[in-house]
């Protein structure tokens, strides 16, 4: 996929390389990719609602910042996925300002008519409760636990503390609104319990989750069973090979 790519970079090919690339847990063939096709990527709306969302998530399983950072850069627009990231990214830094502020911009520019039990205004509420999620000697320890119940919203940023802050598998369960939820909570929580069969990941892959969603179940999956590569990475980007729009841009900036 990645050699009919490089055939013409204008193809949309690339957020299939670097799915199938991140479906076989080839990280070092999608690194490698995802630097040199960078040019490529001109529309960051477009890259935030998409490959800006997976490749973040990737940089997050791999504890990459530099990788967090291209998705970032790349994705600088505004997007509501685009402050999505920044606040992902304050989460793992644990930097509770900052994710007030990311959600906030959201309110500010998305959800103005939302109401106030809208999915922004929900985390908002729940930011004064962070320090007693964080502490489980904390009077208020289980109402944090309990906040965001079956809610669907912010489960990936709600996985980022529970890795950060160690909460025990029973407390995690509950953090995620237990058991019986959707599939991704099923599979955050088998993996937990260091049991995620292919079945689960490929039933997330094939169902209308979210494709960072499906892009983590992935990762937490190969982080579990470690694949081993059948070949070293082999550099398969012919030398030359650029896009139309590309070489468009850079005539125009040559004259």
């Known amino acids: 996929m990645e050699k009919l790519y490089w055939q013409n970079p204008d193809s949309d090919l690339e957020e299939r390389v670097i799915v199938y690339y991140i479906e076989a847990g080839a990280y070092k063939s999608l690194r490698r990719f995802y630097s040199e096709a960078r040019p490529n990527f001109l529309d960051p709306v477009r890259f935030s ?3 800006g969302l997976q490749l973040f998530v990737v940089g997050y399983y791999l504890d990459d ?11 600088s627009s505004a997007s509501y996925m685009d402050m999505m990231i920044h606040l992902w990214e304050a989460a793992i830094k644990d930097k509770p300002k900052e994710i007030e502020k ?12 939302k109401g106030a039990n809208s999915t922004a205004r929900r985390l908002l509420k729940f930011l004064p409760l962070l320090p007693a999620l964080r502490d489980p000697k904390h009077a208020s320890h289980r109402e944090a636990l309990e906040y965001f119940g079956k809610d669907s919203g912010w489960t990936i940023l709600r996985f980022i503390w529970i890795e950060k ?3 025990p598998t029973s407390d995690a369960i509950v953090f995620l609104g237990g058991r019986e939820n959707s599939l991704l909570d099923q599979l955050l929580i088998a993996y937990m319990e260091k049991d995620v069969p292919l079945k689960s990941v490929q039933q997330l892959a094939y169902s209308n989750a979210r494709t960072e969603q499906k892009v983590l179940g992935w990762c937490l999956y190969h982080k579990l069973h470690p694949v081993s590569p059948l070949q070293e990475d082999t550099d398969l980007k012919p030398p030359g090979a650029t896009s139309i729009r590309q070489a468009a841009l850079e005539r125009v900036k040559g004259k």
């Open 49 to 51: 609602n998409g490959l």
């Open 65 to 75: 910042p530099k990788l967090r950072e291209q998705a970032m850069e790349d994705s």
């Open 102 to 113: 990311w959600a906030n911009e959201i309110i500010e520019r998305y959800e103005q008519d």
């Open 165 to 167: 802050f160690k909460l």
